[in-house]
């Protein structure tokens, strides 16, 4: 296992933003995870797991401990049938592209969220009224321990980009998930739309973290926030994004702190003119527990 000492985080991050890791490491397989999580725990130094870091904001002051990261790594795809084992590192533009030439669909609406699988699991992701738990059979997870279990699809929690892994001490290393047999054209098709939809309404070309905020039940947190006034609201380098209101962009050089107040800005202006109080979607980095 190659372990990076103050590794800057920006780099792992779509926002582009984050001070340094103590230690940094992408395992490769399994061993090389449990490999990261002794050198931790004989340490007594505090571990964060991530994706590909596009839902995270990482603070200026980084991470005293170990971040492991699992993007490019746990990066198994085994199709058998409509039951497909996914490896936690997998991006999920790779999964997509390999369940359409094996004519497996379900999956397309995923198609331009750029994380990983385990970071879709984690979060629930989703798009178009679709997400991912309705596909999940169960999960693999691994404690700081290295204890591994498995644990079905009923007992994870999943609600509206919620799960019971997000903020536990489970580390998820491998999804199973359920597919049915569709036309590869179809599949093809429908993933093409997804993007060119994204593309026209997301500012994609500038570093972001996509939603910032949940939508309310029955609303969209971009109309509330646009009907607000945010739009191109600007503290630092951060701003509010002119092209999606739910978008906070990076022009250059922002810094976590200027991402939070800005955060905090247009919480209160939607609060005193709807009487809605936005909560994050967006991941800060903390200390998972042990
Ligand atoms: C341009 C853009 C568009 C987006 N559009 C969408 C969208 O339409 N729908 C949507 O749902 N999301 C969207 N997102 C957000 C993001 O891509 C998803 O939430 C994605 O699933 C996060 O995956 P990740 O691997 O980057 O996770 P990360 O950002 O790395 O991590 C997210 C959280 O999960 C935890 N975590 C990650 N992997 C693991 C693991 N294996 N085990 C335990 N904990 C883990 C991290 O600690 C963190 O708390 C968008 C983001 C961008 C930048």
């Known amino acids: 296992m190659r372990l990076l000492r103050n590794e800057p985080l920006k780099k792992h991050t779509s926002f582009r ?3 340094p890791a103590d230690y ?30 596009t839902n995270l904001l990482v603070l200026d002051q980084g991470f005293r401990g170990v971040v492991v990261k699992l993007a490019g790594g746990l990066n198994w795809i085994r199709v058998n049938g409509g039951r497909i084992e996914v490896g936690a590192g997998v991006h999920i533009a790779k999964l997509l592209q390999v369940l359409g030439n094996k004519k497996l669909g379900g999956l397309e609406f ?47 929690g999943f609600g509206y980009r919620r799960s019971r892994l ?14 049915r047999k569709k036309k590869r054209g179809l599949i093809r098709r429908k993933v093409r739309e997804n993007l060119i939809k994204r593309k026209a309404a997301q500012p994609l070309g500038i570093p972001n973290c996509g939603s910032v905020f949940k939508n309310p039940k029955g609303d969209f947190a971009g109309r509330l926030i ?7 609201m600007r503290i630092g380098d951060a701003q509010v994004s002119a092209k999606h209101a739910n978008f906070i962009v990076n022009l250059g050089d922002a810094r976590a702190r200027d991402v939070i107040k800005l955060m905090t800005s247009v919480q ?19 200390k998972s527990p042990s």
């Open 166 to 179: 997000q903020g536990s001490r489970w580390i998820l290393a491998q999804v199973v998930l359920k597919l």
């Open 110 to 156: 995923l198609a331009g969220i750029p994380g990983t699988v385990g970071g879709a699991i984690v979060m629930n992701a989703g798009a178009w009224g679709k997400e991912i738990a309705d596909y999940v059979e169960q999960v693999l997870v691994i404690d700081r321990a290295g204890r591994q279990k498995i644990l079905k699809r009923r007992v994870l």
């Open 268 to 286: 209160k202006k939607v609060k005193d003119r709807f009487k809605i109080r936005l909560e994050p979607e967006i991941k800060i980095m903390v």
């Open 17 to 19: 933003i984050g001070g």
């Open 24 to 53: 940094f490491c992408i395992p490769r397989n399994m061993a090389e995870l449990k490999d990261a999580l002794v050198f931790a725990r004989e340490r007594g130094l505090g571990t964060v797991i991530i994706g590909a870091g």
């Open 226 to 232: 646009q009907e607000a006034g945010c739009k191109g």
